[in-house]
Nanobody, 127 residues
Framework: QVQLVESGGGLVQAGGSLRLSCAGS????????MGWFRQAPGKERAFVAA????????YYADSVKGRFTISRDNAKNTVYLQMNSLISEDTAVYYC????????????????????WGQGTQVTVSS
């Protein structure tokens, strides 16, 4: 079992940057694929980014491609989401999620396949 704790959210002006962190418990963190999702008020939870077990493969939603970067440090049991050039539409609660297994096929963006979730961290972008 993996417990996930997000941090790094906050209030930032449009055009600014934030880095979210997701710390995982357990000795098998490197055997999990990791994803970031977000949920804005009144909207469904949406895929943001995903990364395979080694960090060699990453995947992004079109809306964040070129602005956000997902990475991981398995020695620290942590996955990161670097968010640059933030816009008001990025305002949401951001969740990290873990899925057993090392590599994705084509379903990295479907929230239903993830096994564990963090509690979320609020990101608010002011325009």
């Amino acid at each position: 079992q993996v417990q996930l704790v997000e941090s790094g959210g906050g209030l930032v002006q449009a055009g600014g940057s934030l880095r979210l962190s997701c710390a995982g418990s357990g000795r098998t963190f490197s055997s999990y694929r990791m994803g970031w999702f977000r949920q804005a008020p009144g909207k469904e939870r949406a895929f943001v980014a995903a990364i395979n077990w080694s960090g060699a493969r990453t995947y992004y939603a079109d809306s964040v491609k070129g602005r956000f970067t997902i990475s991981r440090d398995n020695a620290k049991n942590t996955v990161y989401l670097q968010m640059n050039s933030l816009i008001s539409e990025d305002t949401a609660v951001y969740y990290c999620a873990a899925r057993r297994g090392r590599d994705y096929q084509s379903d990295y963006d479907y929230s239903g396949v993830y096994d564990y979730w963090g509690q979320g961290t609020q990101v608010t972008v002011s325009s």
